[in-house]
């Protein structure tokens, strides 16, 4: 199991900035991907931004030069830069963990772990 815990959503103006963190806490050596994902009521869950284990890094492509997504391994935490928001960047934003893990009997199972989420609003 790993659990999740979100910070930094919030109210902000049209052009302005937010940083989101995420610590993960629990089974955590399992961790192969960290990211966030954002929705909107009526709409599906759909990826902003995640980050491997090595670094390596996808963007949303509403959200490309943008946001960016830093992670820090020895602590399990993902933080997400959100710069030049817009009001369509209005969501509530979930930080995500891909978990893979090997068990007993050499089986190959994956996992996906959701935070609470968070309220992003971007108004004037």
């Known amino acids: 199991q790993v659990r999740l815990v979100e910070s930094g959503g919030g109210l902000v103006q049209p052009g302005g900035s937010l940083r989101l963190s995420c610590t993960a806490s629990?089974?955590?050596?399992?961790?192969?991907?960290m990211g966030w994902y954002r929705q909107v009521p009526g709409n599906e869950r759909e990826l902003v931004a995640a980050?491997?284990?090595?670094?390596?890094?996808h963007f949303g492509d509403d959200v490309k030069g943008r946001f960016t997504i830093s992670r820090d391994n020895a602590k399990n935490t993902v933080a997400l830069q959100m710069n030049s928001l817009k009001p369509e960047d209005t969501a509530v934003y979930y930080c995500?963990?891909?978990?893979?893990?090997?068990?007993?009997?050499?089986?190959?199972?994956?996992?996906?772990?959701w935070g609470q989420g968070t309220l992003v609003t971007v108004s004037s």
């Open positions: 995500n963990a891909y978990v893979v893990v090997v068990t007993s009997a050499d089986e190959v199972k994956d996992f996906d772990y």
């Open positions: 629990g089974s955590v050596s399992g961790i192969v991907r």
């Open positions: 980050i491997t284990r090595s670094g390596n890094t």
